[in-house]
Structure formats: structure tokens, C-alpha cells
């Protein structure tokens, strides 16, 4: 009994021994490991997702654009963890059966309720150009004169001859405007472009539009020229005078009582004088008009110009009260034409001028609301005759005067 006692309890610690054999941890066998990322509703392979092995990330490769990845000697099971732009991320342990997977990734659906952007409009337009003072004085072509400078523009041509007009990109004359502080004037420029009829130095900006303008400039259908002058000087009285070869001018400008007071004011004016010094003679000799079939000058070509403004100062406001005025004159004799066309021999003469008086009123309601008021009259008048008409001895002749409100 004793010795099967002994075999029996050898026999069992045998047994007991396999048992605890059985249960201890079998140590993890390594194996590759390829990962195949599709997208769950396309089907399509998934590049560039990061595939993340183990819990602290000690491993990570990413997809190619198969949508494949490889490990090598990666013992299961394991912590994956996938990261890819546009899908939902995914965490799970793997303990495959076989070493090649395929994974679905869910995209994510991106929902919201729109996107709202909110900015300044856009004021700029291509039909607009606009100089400021420090553009106009050097930028090329001005000759001493601000408003010079827009015959160089694109789109824009003087009217030959004696007229101050402009084309604008092809419009006629008639259809284009000059504004001067919102107030219409009736031309820019004297003789066809040798000098504004504004004092250069008033001149602060301007806005030229070749066209898709609004409707505060009427019913224009070709360009508008708006141009703005600046304020007064007020720290103290100022005077500019200037003697140039065939022009004088002057300018005045300071307040009105103590110095940078509410009021202030400025007047201009300019004409030329060779007139005062040439007689037509000495004007014709000097062209080499000498032959009695030449054109011969009767009146020496002259013009003058004027600006006066006065400006009270408001709170958040100003009111303005401007006047502007110019003129032009030429006589000629026309006797070139005898042969080709009689009835044109004799008298050629062009007499314009305009003037405009107005009064403004600009005003700011608060940070949002503005207003702008101006009232103005104004008249141009132009006078032209040419030839002389064989039954009356007199020339034919053409007179318009055009008044503005």
C-alpha cells in the first residue's frame, strides 16, 4: 500500500507537472504583416494614411498608391490605430489569420450650413483711372500743368484745332463731361490742349471714366472726367504769382478772420498777353504770313481762365460756394481758299467760353450714412464764323449757348 501510495502520488505530481507546463505563457511568435486600405464607398485605395503598431507608436509607415503598407516581424496580437486626411480614424487590435488584411475606411461627410465671406466692395473699376497729387505732378507729359497729363491716358485724344474738348475712347465731344468739385464745366482745355483751364496748382485728384459709370454723372454716354481741388490753405495768407512766355497767373488763398478758422478761400486767375504786346502784324510776320494770298490773323489768339472758391467748415461737414469761367478767342482772314472754295474766303473766328458758379454741401451722419448735395447754373457758349456768304457779304456763322442746371 505504501509503495502504490508512492506511485500513485508519483504519478499524480507527473500529471500536475504537464498541467502547469500546459499553462504556462507560450512565448509570441513574429511574422510580415500587409495592409490594404480601401475606401469603404468608392473602392478606391487609400495613399498616404499613416498605419500606426503598438500601443506607444513605436512603429508607422504609410500607404502607397496602392493603398498598401508592409511590416516585417510583427508579433500578434497587436494595437492598429489609422490615420488618413478625409476619413474617420480607426483603433482596433489585430490578431489576423491570415498576414495580408484589407480594411475599410469610412470617409467622413463633411456638412455645414454654407460659408459667408464678408468684405469692402470692390471699388475699382477697369473703366476707371484715378491719380492722386503726388501721380499727376511726375508723371510724364504734364509741362507744368496737372491736367496735361490725361491727354496721355489710354483711350483719350484732344479735338484738333481750337476746340478744348477730348475724345474718349472714340466717343464725340458732345458726350463726354469735366466735373470740377461735382460742378460741370463746359471744356478742359485751351486751344486744343495747350493749357488746362485750371490753376495746376488747385488740382488734388481726379477720376477719369472711359465708361460703366453711375448715374450721379447723368446721362452721359461717352467718358467722365471728375476732378477734385483741394481745400484753401488757412494757417495764414498766401499768394503765388507766376509770368511765364505767352501767361500770367496769380493765386490767393488764406482765411477768412483768425487763422485756422472755420473759412477759408482761394481765387485764381490766368490770361495770356500776347496779345497786349504782338499786334496781328507782327503776329503774321512772325508765321511768315507776308503774301496777300496767305491766311492773315486779325485777332492774336488769346484766352483766360478764373477759379474762386470759399469754404465754411460744419461739424462732420463743409459747404463750398465755387465759380469757374474761361474763354477763348481767335480771328483769322482766310484767303488760301480762293481757288478751291470761294465761299470760304474771308472772315474764320472761334469764340468760346463757359461759366459755372455752384454751391455744395457735404455732410457725414454718423460712421455709415454720408450726403452730398450741389446746386449749380451754368452756360458755355461757342461762336464760329466762317466764309463769306455772297448775297448778305457777311460770314456764315454759327452760334450755340448751352445752359446747365
Not at 159 to 186: A, C, D, H, K, Q
Not at 259 to 268: K, L, V
Request: charged share 20%; hydrophobic share 40%.
Amino acid at each position: 500500500m505504501i509503495m502504490f501510495n508512492r506511485l500513485l502520488l508519483q504519478g499524480t505530481t507527473y500529471h500536475l507537472v504537464i498541467i502547469a507546463v500546459l499553462l504556462l505563457p507560450q512565448p509570441l511568435m513574429a511574422a510580415p504583416l500587409t495592409l490594404i486600405l480601401v475606401n469603404k464607398v468608392t473602392g478606391e485605395p487609400v495613399e498616404d494614411a499613416t498605419v500606426v503598431l503598438g500601443r506607444n507608436g513605436s512603429e508607422h509607415k504609410t500607404t502607397n498608391a496602392q493603398g498598401k503598407v508592409s511590416f516585417k516581424d510583427v508579433r500578434f496580437p497587436i494595437q492598429l490605430k489609422i490615420l488618413a486626411i478625409g476619413y474617420a480614424a480607426v483603433q482596433f487590435p489585430l490578431n489576423p489569420k491570415k498576414r495580408s488584411v484589407k480594411i475599410l475606411l469610412t470617409p467622413l461627410a463633411v456638412e455645414s450650413e454654407g460659408l459667408e465671406v464678408v468684405a469692402d466692395r470692390i471699388l475699382e473699376k477697369a473703366s476707371k483711372i484715378t491719380l492722386n497729387h503726388e501721380e499727376i505732378t511726375t508723371a510724364p507729359g504734364g509741362q507744368g500743368d496737372a491736367l496735361k497729363v490725361i491727354q496721355s491716358l489710354p483711350g483719350v485724344v484732344t479735338v484738333n484745332g481750337n476746340s478744348g474738348m477730348m475724345y474718349i475712347r472714340g466717343s464725340s465731344p458732345e458726350n463726354n463731361g469735366v466735373w470740377i468739385n461735382t460742378l460741370p464745366v463746359g471744356y478742359l482745355y485751351h486751344w486744343g490742349g495747350l493749357r488746362s483751364t485750371l490753376n495746376p496748382a488747385l488740382v488734388e485728384d481726379f477720376n477719369l471714366f472711359l465708361g460703366g459709370y453711375s448715374v450721379e454723372y447723368m446721362d452721359r454716354l461717352g467718358g467722365m472726367l471728375d476732378i477734385r481741388l483741394r481745400a484753401p490753405r488757412k494757417d495764414r495768407f498766401h499768394q503765388r504769382y507766376s509770368i511765364g512766355t505767352f501767361e500770367s497767373s496769380f493765386l490767393i488763398e488764406g482765411p477768412i478772420g483768425a487763422a485756422n478758422g472755420n473759412d477759408s478761400f482761394y481765387i485764381a486767375a490766368r490770361r495770356s498777353y500776347i496779345d497786349l504786346f504782338i499786334s496781328p502784324d507782327t503776329f503774321n510776320s512772325a508765321l511768315g504770313n507776308e503774301d496777300k494770298n496767305d491766311d492773315q490773323v486779325i485777332t492774336v489768339p488769346r484766352f483766360y481762365d478764373a477759379q474762386a472758391l470759399w469754404r465754411h467748415e460744419l461739424s462732420n461737414g463743409t459747404v463750398e460756394l465755387q465759380y469757374f469761367s474761361a474763354g477763348d478767342e481767335l480771328k483769322l482772314d482766310n484767303r488760301t481758299t480762293a481757288n478751291s472754295d470761294p465761299e470760304l474766303v474771308g472772315e474764320l473766328s472761334q469764340d468760346s467760353s463757359y461759366q459755372t458758379v455752384g454751391l455744395t454741401w457735404q455732410q457725414q451722419w454718423g460712421s455709415r450714412w454720408s450726403s452730398h448735395l450741389a446746386l449749380s447754373q451754368g452756360e458755355q457758349r461757342d461762336s464760329i464764323s466762317v466764309g463769306t456768304d455772297a448775297d448778305t457779304g457777311l460770314p456764315y456763322f454759327a452760334d450755340s449757348i448751352v445752359r446747365t442746371t
